[in-house]
């Protein structure tokens, strides 16, 4: 059968406006849409049976003149936008099933394959796609777009989902029993003192801080810090100056917390840096429960470095973590006897080393430690976590800079 056969098929089955009458046969000709195509072949059906040219008086039956609103369906997304920034964009859209059911039985009643040609669904979520991204200077983005629409003809409703923005940077906990993140027993955290000014510039509903591990509330971050992700839900601006943002919150956290290197991410940053088990360096003031050798303090450092650690979890984190055995391992370990009761000490370990029980044995429970070497007690009175090593940051170079800006990047 030729495409005109088709048509005529397609004609027989009632009331077609068209877009419905190209849409089956949209995989047979390029460059034109349905409603165009479906004008030709009833304009070219009127021709060759020699009959006068004639628009459907009734409404269409699969469609029921969903088709012939799609610049109305196009102001109502955009309405339902409101005030909110975005640069890239997706159009969806939920068709009524009934609507759905008549566009299968245009084509099986015509003789077609029920997927051929182009679906209704596609053809809304194209032709008002095109129309809001032409209203609103946006680019369509099918992986995670700035704002994403579904358009529910059965509900007669308009979802918005405004997708989060991801700030990569690096803080630095200037003071003790601070946590990481909200904690009722403590009146702030590292997470209060950083998300406000954020949560301000991009007009968010609420801010999510996820960092590369965290310290312990009684340890301090120092060095180049931990980097972390803030994640800013539902955000009506997509842009802002990250430098004054940075200076923001520098001199609002009153010297407690101080963020730096702040930059753009990719959503898949939040992951990368949660599952980040990154080597890390601290440095711990110890106390001595007996009196120490300077001999025999070398003598422990020595044996320790280098060593594979068994670490039964430490009874201080027991009731929220797995009771496990887990092996780590010292990759150096440094350190100056400051008195006979008292050294310092620069551990760098893999991660997920338990310092504290590294130094005190917990009990027995992490074997070696500098306890047990030594044979007295030990207790760290201090910690400080002074670099975090090994974070992958590849958004951070040329190449992803470019790539976020639309530019080609040349292949090596």
């Not at 048509?7 to 000709?29: E, F, I, M, Y």
């Not at 060759?48 to 012939?68: L, T």
């Amino acid at each position: 059968m030729t495409v005109i056969d088709d048509a005529r098929a397609l004609l027989s089955s009632g009331p077609l406006c068209d877009s419905c009458l190209g849409r089956p046969v949209a995989d047979r000709s390029f460059g034109l849409t349905n409603a165009e195509r479906g004008r030709a072949l009833r304009t070219t059906v009127a021709l060759e049976d020699d009959e006068p040219y004639e628009q459907p008086d009734e409404e269409c039956w699969v469609c029921e003149g969903v088709c012939d609103r799609f610049d109305e369906l196009t102001v109502r997304v955009v309405d339902a936008l409101g005030e909110t920034e975005l640069y890239t964009y997706q159009v969806g859209t939920r068709v009524p099933p009934l609507l759905a059911e008549n566009d299968r039985l245009l084509r099986m009643e015509a003789g077609f394959d029920e997927d051929a040609g182009e679906l209704l669904k596609t053809e809304l979520n194209r032709e008002v796609g095109r129309r809001v991204g032409a209203e609103l200077d946006a680019e369509v983005d099918f992986e995670r777009p700035d704002v994403q629409f579904l358009l529910d003809l059965e509900d007669d409703t308009v979802e918005v989902q405004r997708n989060s923005i991801a700030i990569y940077g690096r803080y630095r906990k200037l003071e003790r029993d601070i946590p990481q993140t909200e904690w009722v027993k403590f009146d702030e955290s590292v997470e209060e003192l950083v998300a406000p000014p954020f949560l301000s510039a991009f007009r968010g509903t609420d801010a999510v801080f996820h960092g590369a591990g965290r310290e312990d509330v009684d340890a301090l971050m120092l060095g180049t810090g931990r980097p972390f992700v803030l994640e800013i839900k539902e955000p009506r601006r997509r842009d802002a100056d990250l430098d004054e943002l940075e200076a923001q919150v520098n001199a609002g956290a009153g010297g407690k917390v101080e963020v730096e290197n702040l930059t753009f991410a990719t959503y898949d940053m939040v992951e990368r840096v949660k599952e980040h088990d990154a080597s890390k360096t601290y440095r711990a003031t110890v106390r001595f429960d007996e009196t120490v050798s300077e001999e025999a303090f070398e003598a422990a450092l020595e044996e320790l470095d280098g060593a594979t650690i068994e670490q039964r979890t430490p009874h201080r984190v027991d009731h929220r973590r797995a009771d496990l055995v887990r092996e780590r391992e010292v990759l150096s370990i440094e350190g100056t006897l400051e008195d006979e009761y008292t050294a310092t000490i620069d551990a760098h370990g893999e991660g997920g080393l338990y310092i504290k029980e590294l130094i005190s044995s917990d009990e027995g429970r992490t074997e070696p430690s500098l306890a047990g070497v030594l044979g007295i007690g030990a207790e760290v009175t201090a910690l400080d976590v002074i670099d975090v090593q090994g974070v992958e940051e590849p958004f951070l170079t040329e190449e992803f800079r470019l790539e976020q800006e639309g530019e080609p990047v040349k292949a090596e």
